[in-house]
C-alpha cells in the first residue's frame, strides 16, 4: 500500500489534472468565507459551477489591453480573463509592419504564427510568403525571446512595452524595438492638471479590478509552478505587469520633466499619491510608487529630491520603511496585519512569501513534511486572499468632471521601461559634475 506521503501526491496530481480540464475557469464567484476546506476539497469549491458560469458569461472579443489603445475599451471596468476568450492583437514583422490576428487567449504558438501567416498570405506588403516562421517578444531594451510551437497564452507574460514579432529564424539578429520604444520627447506631464486625489482614487478603483479579477486557483498554480505553469495564471500576471507598469510610470513622468520646479513638484505629487494609496489601502499602487521613485535613475537626481520639503522627505522615508526587506519584510507585514477588509496588498510579495516556503521546504524535509507545510501555508494564503475581499470597495469620493479624463490616463499608463534610456535621460537632466 502507499503511504501518506505518496497518497497526498497523488491527491495534488489529481486535482491539478482536475484544474488542467478547468483551465478556463479563471474566476468564481461562490463561496468567500474563510472556512477553509482540505485541499481536495478546496479545488472542487473553486472549480465549483464551472459549467453554469459557462453558460452564463457572454462571449465577447476584447483588445489585450495594452495593444489597443481604445478609450471606450479602458473605461469598461474589467473582467476577469479566461483562457477561452478572444482578443485582437498585433503581431510585427521585422520592418515594423504588422497583421492583426484574433485568437483564443489560450492558443498555443503553432496556432499563433499559421494565422500570422494567413494574414501575410493577402497582404500586399509581403510579396513571398515566408515558409518557416518563428514567434518572438522582443522587449523596448531589444531582449529577444523565442518561444516554442508548443508553448500556450503567451499573451498576458509580454512586458509592459513588449511585443510579439513573427518572422524567419534567420531574421531573428535584425529584430529591433518599434520606434517609439526608443525615442522619447521631453514634455511636460499631464499630472500637473491632475489633483493628486483623483490619480489616487482612480489607482485604487483599477487596482481593486485587477485583483477582483484574480481568481483563487491563480495564486495556488502560481506556487506551485511558478512561471513554468501548463494552466496559465492569465489575470495574475496582469496584475503583476501593474505593478511594474505603475513603478516605470512614476520615472518616466519625472525623467520627462526638463523643468526643475517642475520635476520637484512632480515628486512632490507622487508622495502624495503614494500617501493617499496608503490611505485608502492599497498596498499595489502605494509600494509600486514608492519602487518607481526610488528607481537610481530618480534617486540619483540630487537637485530634485534637495528641492523637496522638509515635510515630504520625511513623509517618503517613513515610506521607504515600509518597502524595506529586511527581516522577511516585516515592516510590510505589520502593516498589513494591521489593516481590515476591504485591502489591496502587494502581490509580488504574496507570492515571493509563499513559493520560498514551497521551495524551501522541497529543499529541507521529507515528502511527508513537504506536503503538509506547503498545504497549511497555502491554506493560510487563501484565507488572506479571501479576507481582503471580503467586504466590497466603497469609493466615498464624488467624480469629479475630469474624472473619466483621469481615469482613461491612470488605465493607459504611457511608460517606458527600458532601464538604460531611463538613466540616459537621468544624466542629461543632472550630469554627474551638477
Excluded at 494567413?118 to 518557416?132: G, I, M, R, V
Excluded at 491563480?218 to 495574475?236: I, K, M, S
Excluded at 519584510?329 to 514551497?358: M, N, Q, V
Aim: with cysteine; charged share 25%; hydrophobic share 40%.
Amino acid at each position: 500500500g502507499w503511504d501518506g506521503a505518496e497518497r497526498k501526491l497523488a491527491v495534488l496530481t489529481m486535482a491539478f489534472r482536475y484544474l488542467d480540464t478547468y483551465r478556463d475557469l479563471l474566476q468564481e464567484e461562490g463561496d468567500r468565507s474563510n472556512t477553509f476546506p482540505k485541499l481536495p476539497d478546496l479545488f472542487s469549491l473553486l472549480s465549483d459551477r464551472a459549467e453554469e458560469d459557462k453558460e452564463s458569461r457572454k462571449k465577447q472579443v476584447r483588445p489585450l489591453f495594452r495593444h489597443f489603445r481604445r478609450i471606450d475599451a479602458c473605461l469598461q471596468p474589467r473582467e476577469a480573463f479566461r483562457g477561452s476568450d478572444e482578443i485582437f492583437c498585433r503581431v510585427y514583422t521585422p520592418d515594423h509592419s504588422y497583421v492583426t490576428i484574433r485568437s483564443r487567449l489560450s492558443c498555443r504558438v503553432g496556432e499563433i504564427l499559421a494565422l500570422v501567416k494567413e494574414k501575410l498570405q493577402y497582404s500586399e506588403d509581403q510579396p513571398t510568403q515566408p515558409a518557416n516562421l518563428i514567434l518572438v517578444a522582443v522587449t523596448s531594451s531589444g531582449e529577444k525571446a523565442v518561444f516554442r510551437p508548443s508553448d500556450e497564452a503567451v499573451f498576458t507574460t509580454l512586458g509592459v512595452n513588449t511585443h510579439l514579432f513573427a518572422c524567419e529564424p534567420a531574421e531573428l539578429e535584425s529584430l529591433i524595438p518599434l520606434p517609439e520604444e526608443i525615442h522619447w520627447s521631453p514634455g511636460d506631464s499631464k499630472l500637473h492638471d491632475m489633483s493628486a486625489e483623483e490619480v489616487a482614487n482612480q489607482l485604487v478603483v483599477f487596482d481593486w479590478e485587477l485583483f477582483s479579477c484574480v481568481h483563487e486557483v491563480e495564486f495556488v498554480c502560481y506556487v506551485f509552478h511558478g512561471e513554468q505553469a501548463r494552466w496559465r495564471p492569465l489575470n495574475l500576471e496582469l496584475i503583476l505587469q501593474r505593478c511594474s507598469e505603475v513603478q516605470h510610470w512614476v520615472a518616466t513622468e519625472i525623467l520627462q520633466c526638463q523643468s526643475l520646479p517642475k520635476r520637484i513638484q512632480l515628486l512632490r505629487k507622487f508622495i502624495k499619491i503614494a500617501a493617499l494609496c496608503k490611505q485608502q489601502q492599497d498596498l499595489l499602487s502605494f509600494l509600486a510608487l514608492v519602487l518607481g521613485l526610488d528607481n537610481p535613475a530618480v534617486s540619483r537626481l540630487r537637485l530634485t529630491w534637495e528641492g523637496l520639503p522638509g515635510k515630504f522627505r520625511k513623509q517618503f522615508q517613513q515610506f521607504e520603511s515600509i518597502a524595506d526587506p529586511s527581516r522577511n519584510h516585516k515592516s510590510y507585514r505589520d502593516l498589513l496585519a494591521s489593516l481590515r477588509a476591504p485591502l489591496i496588498p502587494f502581490t509580488p510579495l504574496l507570492l515571493k512569501g509563499e513559493s520560498l516556503t514551497h521551495s524551501h521546504t522541497h529543499t529541507r524535509y521529507s515528502s511527508t513534511s513537504v506536503l503538509s507545510i506547503s498545504s497549511s501555508s497555502l491554506a493560510e494564503m487563501v484565507r488572506s486572499i479571501r479576507r481582503y475581499r471580503s467586504t466590497p470597495l466603497a469609493m466615498e469620493a464624488e467624480p469629479s468632471p475630469s474624472h473619466l479624463q483621469t481615469k482613461a490616463y491612470v488605465r493607459q499608463l504611457q511608460v517606458i521601461d527600458n532601464q538604460n534610456l531611463l538613466f540616459e535621460m537621468s544624466s542629461k537632466l543632472e550630469p554627474k559634475d551638477m
